[in-house]
């Protein structure tokens, strides 16, 4: 009998006081804990998104603020495109003017004008002062020459100087900032 015991016992493996308590230990233990894993990716997320948002405040929310030492011209250029009321478009009557001579033959312009405006109270002033601003505008125009209007350049010239006209006599009533531009319809020589 002696040997039979033996052999039962040689079969059973021998396992160390430590090796059992490990066995035990994995066995009792529970699995990982999974949720403390998500809870890190949904808080790294969060933050990672919160950030985000915040540059992209910063970002926008910094092109619209004006830095304290801008001049006041500046300013109200800023002003100008910051408005939320949309622009007041006001036709003007077509002018059909004589150039002045540069050759054999006379030449005459006939354009069409509109005035982009950004405040009523100055619509209300060009309707006022309208003939004074015609006159203006005539004057202007039938001081030109053909070839000096003929090209892009000359009409943005002739844009400006329109605009400094048309301000001129409305300076008492509105200020001059009210006349955005002074736009072609339309523009004929011949």
């Keep these: ?43 790294l997320l969060t933050l990672l998104l919160g950030g985000a948002g915040g540059g992209a405040w910063y970002f926008f929310g910094s092109q ?40 054999a033959s006379s030449q005459y312009l006939q354009v069409g004008l509109v005035l982009k405006v950004n405040d009523s109270s100055f619509v209300d002033a060009v309707k006022l002062h309208m003939p004074e601003i015609r006159n203006r505008v005539l004057l202007l125009l039938s001081g030109k020459r053909a070839s000096q209007i003929s090209t892009s350049e000359g009409k943005n010239t002739l844009s400006a100087e329109l605009m400094r006209e048309i301000v001129q006599p409305l300076s008492a009533s509105v200020p001059a900032t009210g006349l955005d531009s002074v736009l072609f319809t339309s523009f004929v020589i011949q």
């Excluded at 002696?2 to 308590?21: E, F, L, Y």
């Excluded at 233990?29 to 999974?34: C, D, G, L, Q, V």
């Design 1 to 43: 009998m002696a040997t039979a015991a033996n052999k039962q016992i040689k079969s059973v493996p021998k396992t160390s006081p430590k090796q059992d308590a490990d066995t035990e230990a994995d066995e009792a233990a529970p699995p990982p804990n999974k949720k403390g894993g998500l809870l890190k990716i949904l808080l």
């Design 64 to 103: 619209h603020a004006e830095p304290e030492g801008k001049a006041a011209g500046a300013k109200s250029a800023n002003a100008k495109h910051a408005s939320t009321k949309p622009p007041v478009f006001v036709p003007l009557d077509a002018f059909t003017v004589n150039l002045q001579d540069e050759g």
